[in-house]
């Protein structure tokens, strides 16, 4: 029995060895993994490898939820098949519009990321302030006669969520289509309150979006942290709303201490709700949703009869963690190279890709004014010190930081030269440029984006400007945590 002997004596150095080697082995290949994803960019693989590396065991695990840069296998060759199906719907027969040949490279970019082309005859006005926004919304939903299809990340059942609810379940009742989409974790408060059940039983039609109701399992198919962050809304085919507020109170009570929260909104007529009206369509189909595509078959609201020259030109861009992963990045530098004189950038968050983060400074460098105001207080410290580690270079290259003071700047905007902005959900952050599914237009008219720059100012005067000085009253410690931070951007 010396055999027996044998295994008694060795057998636990061997299964030592056996499992150093395993999990040797398990590291090696999480990290080949990540170093070969299509869809990083060098610096979230090196990121990857090293927090793998620094925490064994946690790290995997980390990527495991974290790492990949897709929602999931199934559902990225849903929203690819469905991408396809849609595509094959033509706008039809809309206004050719003539864009000025500076700005023609930026509506190519945003134009390429859903097949959509730029469109005029629009006419759009800008909200004074969240409540009106939801005012307006209330009054449309109340006139829709055929359909009124809303998608928020955040739905709060307070006073202004509330609004809206009844007022789609009153358009239900008499006839309307109303259909509303959320997201699983942005609108977990709704989800779970008494007032999403009435909504179904007034015949409302409801989606949730990447449904974490178990995350547990949930969270073995798919990322967690992968959200529909759009705010879209499209009324009978031919209104749309556009900008960065949900549908919640401006005090926004489940952040309180942070409010009021201080959003932007567009409300538009004409033919680029249409290219709304299909984002919003992929997002229910890919959902759970029932087909309803023969929608995008009516054609896009026609303002010829009212004059081309009346509206703005305009392209929606909806992008997200499938096939369009880099369109607002892309978006955006391709902008930038365009600026001659002027660059205001309003966001809440600032955590970039260095390629978006060095065109904003070579901006500057080469002479364009450029002004980026964010919020003094963030809700996400992780990126409030990681937005602040880009002040030193920012300041080197002359761009000018303004810190907003009353409450949460939840705005997305930015204008150039005062003809072109910029307008949408997507935040100056990773998620939103790698992640998140995202809606934003791209539009040229010098007097809407007047309009638009003037409420960037507003904003920039209730700010209080960063400078050099106050960058150098900042600790060892303070710039150790936030460059410390800032280093881990491409993970955030």
Known sequence: MDWATDFLTDWPSDWASGWTLFVFLLHLSVMGRALTRDHRSPASRLAWVAVIMALPGLGIIAYFFFGDPSASWRMDRKLTTLRKALARHPQGDVPSPDIPSAYRPSFARAAAVNGFAPV??????????????????????????????????????????????????????????????????????????????????????????????????????????????????????????????????????????????????????????????????????????????????????????????????????????????????????????????????????YVPSEALHQAICSAAKRGVRVQITLPARNDSWVVNLASKSYYASFLRAGVEINEFKPGLLHAKLITVDGEVAFVGSANLDRRSIDLNFENTMLLYDPALTREIRLQQEAFREDAYEIDAEDVAQWSRLRRLVMNAVGTMAPLL
């Not at 969520?161 to 997201?183: H, P």
């Not at 595509?293 to 997200?320: I, Q």
């Open 120 to 349: 005029g005859g629009n006419r759009a006005e800008l909200t004074a302030d969240s409540n009106e926004s939801i005012d307006w919304l209330v009054a449309d939903i109340e006139a829709a006669q055929d359909h009124a299809h809303l998608l928020f990340y955040i739905w709060l059942p307070d006073e202004n969520g509330t609004r809206v609810a009844r007022a789609m379940m009153a358009a239900a009742r008499r006839g309307v289509s109303a259909r509303v989409i959320v997201d699983g974790l942005g609108a977990r408060r709704l989800l779970s309150h008494p007032l999403w059940r009435e909504m179904q039983e007034a015949g409302v039609q409801t989606v949730v979006a990447f449904d974490i109701s178990y995350p547990l399992i949930a969270a073995l198919y798919q990322r967690l942290d992968i959200r529909n962050h759009r705010k879209i809304v499209v009324i009978d085919h031919g209104v749309t709303y556009l900008g960065s507020q949900n549908c919640a109170d401006p005090e926004f009570r489940i952040k309180a201490k942070y409010a009021p929260w201080v959003d932007t909104m567009l409300r538009i007529e004409g033919p680029v709700a249409w290219q709304a009206q299909r984002l919003f369509i992929g997002d229910w189909m890919a959902h759970g949703g029932e087909d309803i595509s023969a929608l995008l078959e009516r054609p896009a609201p026609d303002p010829r009869h009212e004059g081309e020259a009346a509206g703005f030109v305009g392209v929606m861009a909806g992008t997200g963690a499938v096939q369009t992963r880099e369109g607002v990045s892309d978006m955006i530098q391709t902008l930038l190279a365009s600026a001659q004189h002027e660059v205001m950038i309003t966001t809440p968050y």
